[in-house]
């Protein structure tokens, strides 16, 4: 079985389940208080809430992640990429050769 559920925060789920326990009538925004968005496991950042609140809500959302990175210039002059994280489920391989595409 697979599931392409959002990976959260443990301790935040802790945290959610336990406001759950202490008040089963808990709304969904009071809810996102303890357990405010998917945390990725290679980073990466969300660009936009409204995804994160569309999933929460109705179980369906379209959450955008992009990668970290920086440009570091060498002794040589030459400059280079520094990829620090990538997005959730993107390939390493994958995103090298279309940076590479891209920069010919």
């Known amino acids: ?60 959302g379209r959450v955008v992640v992009r990668g970290k990175m920086h440009v570091d210039t060498k002794a040589s002059g030459r400059e280079q990429i520094i990829v620090t994280e990538t997005p959730y489920q993107v390939s390493r391989d994958a995103l090298t050769e279309r940076i590479g595409e891209l920069g010919k």
């Open 1 to 60: 079985m697979a599931t392409n559920m959002l990976p959260h925060n443990l301790s935040e789920s802790i945290d959610g389940c336990i406001a759950y326990i202490d008040n089963r009538n808990i709304t969904i925004e009071e809810l996102m208080q303890h357990v405010k968005a998917p945390d990725f496991p290679t980073g990466g950042i969300i660009y936009g809430m409204e995804g994160v609140k569309a999933a929460m809500h109705l179980g369906r």
